[in-house]
């Protein structure tokens, strides 16, 4: 059984549209600091996979704002956190920084190998390599294998990776559906707090990725 590891609830009913037998798997595994949402999801991923034992699905996502270099990015849980989502809506707004992105990385975890594609699948061979870099510098692709995460311990199992992202608008806080910052990100004239789950999942970060790791899961089970 597929296992979706996060503590969002909200994230798993997004994932449960994509996915035909997925569980949650409710395990707060721990996130490295890190400056790209691949190498926090692709630890996460091998630390759960040592967890769980079966195959495990991490999502790792952030909000992006074009105006902030990107602020709040991989911190984003902790921004909310701290913050709050209305407070960086304004704070966002007051700067006339109101370019936003959303992104979404899945991380997929079996302890097996890939088929290599569209690279090999990383190893103990790369260690000692600035994996952080690499990381960055497939930052950009829609599908690739994870390098690592600077850190020795969880390292080995294969991790593949797949992106997605959407731009939008930081808007006042509209809507009562989704969670996190949805009420603050408008897409095409709404927010995704004014979308039904299906609606969000048809154009956003996380649908996209979904879509990617869907196709290539089914081919692989
Ligand atoms: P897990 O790590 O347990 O999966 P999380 O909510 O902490 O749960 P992330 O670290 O991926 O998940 O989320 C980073 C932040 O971005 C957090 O504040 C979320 O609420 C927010 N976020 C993630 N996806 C979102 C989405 O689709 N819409 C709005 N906010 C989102």
Redesign the pocket.
Known sequence: MLRY????E??VR?AEEYLEEVAAL????P?IQADS?EA??AY?ARKAYDYAGEPVV??????YLEGFDGF?G?Y??????TLG?ERVGRLARREDATGAQ?R?VIAYCDGDPFEASPEPVDTGERRGQDLAAEDRATATTDETVAGGDGAEDARVAPVKLFTGAVPGTIVEPRGDG?????PI?EHDGRT??EMSAAE?NAI???GRALAKFAEWYQGRS
């Open positions: 590891v996060t503590t969002n909200g994230k997004e409710d395990y707060d595994y996130e949402l926090v999801a996460g991490v999502d790792d996502a952030g909000l709040p991989p984003s849980a902790y921004v909310e956190d989502v959303f979404c989704g969670f996190g910052y949805d990100f995704f707090a969000k956003s970060h996380r």
